[in-house]
């Protein structure tokens, strides 16, 4: 009887793995729970790199999903694979979605497209897309591919990097490096703590590491939050040991392409012809760029790093940053200007160079320089709405490379003055005793705003424009008239790019009993840090420099005085400080106020101060300016 029995429970726990076996396979029992607005959560994160004696390698990727809510299928439904055909193979090897009854369908459909197939200099690359079916809630997609390089673009070197940490958390992070024992790898990692287990084959030739996390909590994106890479796990690996050999390469695969061809030279002395000085034979050159060279958007290590030759842009008229930059400097080579190019990084101050191996996949875009007696000139050919002679805002504090016969030089641009980062509102306003006023408002961008109106508003429609106005009115006096409008010529750098209205408002502030209130003339200041409103992940990181300058003059009629005014005040954070200072001249009142932004971090502990700070300075900014009838007052 007792061996019946067993028999009979062994047939129940049969029967019980038959039936629920496939469904608890497909179920994860999550180390981290995921949160609400998880879509999915990823079982499985992994990155096989596979490097060759000859310099070919493969890159395989694993990864699993559990779906959790509707928008991941929307989000996961269709993967992206870049490669570039003339030397990149891409194969999959499984795309599946995963029942919870254990039950698999593969992938609807897999397609290469040309995303670039209306230019044919970019031909090569091409773009695999896998379109999966039937996904549902509860489902697991199961995908993996593996990339077959023949060789690196930048011969016999390897580079890339893995992060153990994505938006959503993932049970199992895991990065695995197999090479020649003889290759020397450099590493770098940040916040990883582990080391990496070590295999090598049974002949020793080759040699594994294998790091792996496990239980890897999401990274929530906030707004000012530090780069995820300062406090996330994540590492870089290269071949390369000194920046230095990037210089060279480069150069090496450019110099040709940088040639002047006789074509090339006949353009750009008919260009220049009219020019005085080689300052403006820049300028006419840069100008010939902005209306005759096409910029073609994608990613710099995308397209293989290497630039097109100068003759091939200038026939097609196109070009992403490297190709129309070899051009330039090929059209300033054939007008006696010696011109180099520069790799530009950017994140510097966020993510700073030396914490990542050498490689040519930290550049991402690529500029000119050239000196004309003793004064720098960043040149890039994209960039609209600046004079010559001034940095791009998004160049500044960032390292250049620039690359010339004898090597690359790494430069580090100063952060931009003062002067040029301040924003500055002027407002003059003329109240009458019924309550009316006329005024002017002008607004001069900082230049670091100033570059992208110039560019953006020669080809405003007039509707556009009358929008423009518009929105400066609705700021000072909503519901009234304009008079007359004033737009700096974007085209003159003479002076800065300013924009001016003249309005009128028939009932701006009606006299209340003997009393006028007028709105509040200070900043409309609204806390950054009101959403999510009580708590915070990460410490707040602000990175740049900024000034917001408002200057009010307010002229009030004979027969009144100033009843109160906001007092002065000076409140600041580690990030920020906001000033305001008035000063009354009988009918006059003179109010000036700054919004300060730099540099700075403030500890998650301190975040219910700032929320406090922004609280009270909102209180002060709204005091309204109350002004009443009755004696003068000296």
């Known amino acids: 009887m007792a061996v019946l029995r067993f028999m009979r429970f062994v047939l129940i726990i049969i029967a019980f793995l038959v039936t629920f076996f496939p469904i608890y396979i497909n179920t994860s029992i999550f180390a981290i729970q995921p949160d609400e607005e998880d879509a999915y959560i990823v079982l499985l994160d992994e990155a096989r790199k596979e490097i060759h004696e000859d310099g070919s390698y493969i890159t395989t990727v694993h990864v699993k999903y559990k779906l959790l809510k509707e928008d991941a299928i929307h989000e996961l439904g269709e993967q992206e694979i870049d490669y570039l055909s003339d030397t990149e193979k891409v194969e999959v090897i499984k795309a599946l979605i995963i029942k919870p009854n254990g039950r698999k369908i593969h992938a609807k459909k897999i397609q290469d497209i040309s995303p670039y197939s209306g230019y044919p200099s ?10 999966m079916r039937d996904m549902a809630v509860d489902d697991i997609m199961d995908f993996e591919y593996r990339k077959i390089t023949r060789y690196s673009r930048m011969r016999g070197e390897i580079w890339d990097g893995f992060a153990f940490f994505d938006v959503v958390p993932i049970e199992v992070s895991r990065f695995i490096l197999t090479s020649p024992a003889t290759t020397k790898i450099h590493i770098k990692s940040e916040n990883l703590n582990i080391e990496p287990a070590i295999t090598y084959s049974e002949d020793g030739a080759t040699k594994t590491c294998v790091w792996e996390k496990r239980d890897c909590p999401k990274v929530d994106s906030e707004y000012m939050m530090p780069d995820p890479r300062n406090f996330c796990p994540y590492l870089t690996y290269s071949t390369i040991d000194d920046w230095q050999k990037i210089a060279t390469w480069f150069w090496d695969i450019a110099k040709d392409k940088m040639s002047a061809t006789p074509e090339i030279t006949e353009t750009a002395m008919n260009i220049t012809s009219s020019s005085e000085n ?3 034979k820049i300028r006419a050159l840069m100008q010939y760029f902005q209306d005759n060279i096409r910029y073609v958007s994608m990613s710099f290590g995308i ?3 290497e630039p097109h030759p100068a003759q091939e842009v200038f026939e097609n008229k196109y070009g992403d940053c490297k190709d129309q930059t ?24 966020t993510y700073p160079l030396e914490r990542v191996t050498p490689s040519p996949a930290e550049f991402t875009h690529m500029i000119a320089y050239t000196n004309i007696d003793g004064q720098d000139l960043w040149l890039d050919p994209l960039e609209e709405g600046i004079d010559l002679g001034e940095i791009p805002y998004s160049l500044t504090e960032e ?18 003055p003062l002067d040029k980062i301040t924003h500055t509102t002027k407002m003059t306003f003329f109240l009458e005793p019924d309550g009316s006023c006329k005024g002017i408002v002008e607004a001069i961008p900082s230049h670091t705003k100033s570059s992208s109106i110039r560019s953006s508003i020669k080809d405003y429609t007039a509707k556009e424009m009358e929008m423009l106005k518009i929105d400066m009115l609705n700021e000072v006096a909503p519901g009234g008239t304009i008079i007359d409008t004033y737009i700096s010529d974007p085209e003159d750098f003479s002076r800065p790019f300013s924009m001016m209205i003249k309005f009128g408002a028939g009932s701006w502030a009606p006299p209340r009993g003997g009393l006028i209130i007028l709105p509040s003339l200070t900043p409309d200041f609204e806390n950054p840090f009101d959403l999510p409103a009580e708590e915070r992940d990460h410490p707040i990181k602000y990175s740049s ?16 005085r100033f009843k109160y005014i906001p007092e002065n005040y000076e409140m600041s954070t580690p990030i920020c400080k906001y000033t305001l200072t008035s000063q009354i001249d009988r009918y006059l009142l003179v ?21 406090d700070f922004f609280i009270d300075l909102q209180k002060e900014a709204g005091k309204a300016i109350i002004i009443k009838k009755g004696e003068d007052r000296e």
């Open 399 to 416: 390292r250049l490379f620039v690359l010339r016969p004898e090597g690359g030089e790494f430069i580090d641009l100063p952060e931009m």
């Open 326 to 349: 070899v051009l330039l400097i090929s059209m300033l080579k054939s007008i006696g200007i010696d011109a180099y190019p520069v790799l530009v990084r950017y994140g510097q101050e």
């Open 591 to 611: 109010m000036v106020s700054d919004s300060y932004w730099f540099p700075g971090k403030i500890p998650v502990e301190h975040y219910a101060a700032v929320q």
């Open 278 to 280: 080689k300052l403006d």
């Open 303 to 305: 397209n293989a790093f």
């Open 545 to 560: 420099t900024s000034i917001r300058r408002k200057i009010v003059m307010l002229h009030i009629p004979r027969g009144f």
């Open 122 to 131: 970019y031909s090569d690359l091409k773009t695999k897309i896998i379109t």
